[in-house]
């Protein structure tokens, strides 16, 4: 079984469009993250929803919206695609918010904004 | 200034050697330092775990260590094999907030 699951896996498109990234855990994890790993390798966090809840909220440009229908579902929405958007995004879940244990990754979202 | 930071940026070893990746970071408030592996096209393993009031971690030929004084964490690797190959990440968290180090890909030689 898959713990933590990401679709689609590769998303190509052009720059202006709208798209959506899914992610589901099936931990029964309270907490629920996104990361980016842009071209250089370099991994940081975007949002962390905990029980539906936005709990961090970096410096993310506004196109950029979260949203969280249940404690199983993190998805995000990117509004007009820019080039330095194309990276590969991780979702990542956890038992809580207060980082006592690990974080558990799914396996990735390759974008690339033409 | 780079919060988390990992020494070498890339490392290649023949098959058997024991080897040492290492970790610094800046503010000594974590909560706990995290070990990941990540293989290429994937996303990343939880190697290790140290909560801030242990200084070390072991599971199987891996073992890991922690010096909240000094801001460092050592990953250190047994009698590597070339399944080992990856980027190995670390990670220091404060709160819910994990933040990385830039990584070190690790290739072992048969």
């Known amino acids: 079984d898959t713990a933590v699951s990401q679709t689609p896996k590769y998303l190509v498109t052009q720059m202006g469009n709208d798209k959506s990234i899914k992610c589901e855990q099936n931990l029964g994890h309270d907490t629920m993250y996104w990361y980016k790993q842009d071209s250089k390798k370099f991994l940081k966090i975007m949002f962390s929803?905990?029980?539906?809840?936005?709990?961090i909220n970096e410096t993310v440009p506004n196109r950029f919206s979260p949203k969280s229908p249940d404690k199983a579902h993190l998805n995000l929405h990117i509004n007009s695609l820019e080039l330095g958007d194309s990276a590969v995004y991780f979702c990542?879940?956890?038992?809580?918010?207060?980082?006592?244990?690990?974080?558990?990754f799914g396996p990735g979202t390759r974008l690339t904004v033409l | 200034k780079q919060e988390v930071t990992q020494i070498p940026a890339a490392l290649s070893v023949p098959e058997g050697e024991n080897l040492v990746l290492n970790c610094s970071f800046t503010?000594?408030?974590?909560?706990?330092l995290q070990w990941f592996r990540q293989d290429p096209g994937k996303g990343l393993t939880s190697l290790l775990l140290?909560?801030?009031?242990?200084r070390e971690q072991t599971s199987g030929r891996l073992n890991a260590s922690l010096d909240k004084s000094s801001g460092r964490s050592t990953l250190y690797i047994a009698a590597s094999q070339p399944g080992d190959s990856a980027t190995y990440l670390c990670?220091?968290?404060?709160?819910?907030?994990?933040?990385f180090g830039e990584g070190t890909q690790l290739t072992v030689n048969p």
């Open positions: 140290i909560q801030s009031s242990q």
């Open positions: 929803y905990n029980n539906k809840e936005l709990i």
């Open positions: 503010d000594s408030a974590i909560y706990n």
């Open positions: 990542a879940s956890s038992q809580d918010w207060a980082g006592r244990d690990t974080q558990y």
């Open positions: 990670a220091k968290t404060s709160g819910s907030r994990l933040t």
